[in-house]
């Protein structure tokens, strides 16, 4: 579905580099930096956080990939990144989501489906004359309820596949 004039929203996420798809030990790597931060201060535990969000890239020739864990935060950028200057972790960093058009996709399931949900939103967005333009933004995911994870059953959980729209 095509959301026009998404407003800019800001991430706080943890870099990582993932060899061999291990997404799993890079989120637990990144979950305990997060957790770090938002325990570090009281200025970072003022800060809101909102849903779960990663943004990742292709593997490269050597199988490794960029994967950047994190979540969705209410607050200026200024303040955020005042926090992270009193944080020593220098994996953490802040993410701006471009305003704009977006293509968002909605998988129902467990997250062993997500690389067939992004080749069907994929498909979607070409069917709907729609292109991604990575130069407006990142295309990441968006995780839903994934607070439960272990509460409901995997076919339970709802993530979006966010897609930046460029011109046709």
């Known amino acids: 579905m095509l959301h026009n004039d998404v407003p800019e929203r800001l991430a706080l996420v943890s ?10 030990l890079a989120q637990r ?3 305990a930096s997060l957790s770090s931060f938002f325990a570090s201060s009281s200025e970072a535990k003022d800060l809101e956080k909102g849903k779960r ?3 990742s890239w292709a593997p490269d020739v050597a199988g490794s990939a960029d994967y950047w864990p994190g979540f969705l935060i209410t607050a200026t950028e200024d303040t955020v990144r005042n926090c992270l200057a009193m944080c020593d972790d220098s994996s953490l ?4 989501i471009q305003s704009g058009p977006w293509f968002v996709h909605e998988h ?5 489906g997500l690389k067939n949900a992004w080749s069907l939103a994929m ?17 990441f995911e968006l995780y839903l309820n994934s607070e439960k994870m272990g509460v409901v059953p995997d076919s339970e959980l709802v993530t979006e596949i966010w897609l930046p729209v460029g011109n046709p």
């Not at 960093?93 to 701006?96: D, G």
């Not at 129902?108 to 062993?112: H, K, T």
């Open 15 to 24: 870099k990582r580099k993932v060899a061999n798809f291990r997404f799993d």
């Open 29 to 31: 790597e990144a979950s």
């Open 53 to 55: 969000i990663s943004f």
């Open 123 to 139: 498909k979607e967005m070409a069917e709907n004359g729609l292109k991604m333009d990575c130069d407006d933004g990142t295309p």
């Open 108 to 112: 129902f399931g467990g997250y062993d």
């Open 93 to 96: 960093a802040v993410v701006r």
